[in-house]
């Protein structure tokens, strides 16, 4: 009995971990979501029928901060702006359901805005409001 507590324990704790990771946004176009890896910004385009595209692919490949990277939406429908929190840089993200050719990540600044050093806790230094 202790045993099959201790395996429940562990399977709750990784799914809440799995969870947090991840995380999903609505679009305008309600058959479609994005799901951003917030540690890494890979941008996934999620159709309500199960299809996925990468749109973007990991910007910081060893990811070690969950909540790193936000997307925010944008007044285009298709447009989301994606921020690395941590320096500041952002990308714009669009989705499409014309297809992969319509689907495209473009780097929006491409310099850090700050330089983080290995020690500090930066994440969640930069947001973006809308004006």
């Known amino acids: 009995m202790k045993k099959l507590f201790v395996l429940l324990a562990f399977m709750v704790i990784a799914s809440t971990s799995y969870a947090q990771i991840y995380k999903m946004y609505k679009t305008q176009n309600y058959h479609n ?6 540690m890494t910004g890979e941008v996934q385009q999620i ?37 690395d929190t941590y320096i500041g840089k952002n990308w714009q993200v669009q989705f499409s359901v014309k297809g992969e050719d319509y689907m495209f990540t473009a780097p929006i600044n491409m310099f850090s805005l700050a330089y983080p ?8 230094r930069f947001q973006m409001f809308a004006t």
């Open 117 to 124: 050093e290995k020690s500090s806790n930066w994440a969640n």
């Open 47 to 83: 159709q309500d029928d199960g299809q996925s595209w990468e749109i973007c692919s990991a910007r910081e490949v060893l990811g070690d901060r969950e909540g790193r990277f936000r997307l925010y939406e944008t007044q285009n429908m298709w447009t989301f702006i994606m921020l």
């Open 33 to 38: 979501q994005l799901r951003l890896n917030t």
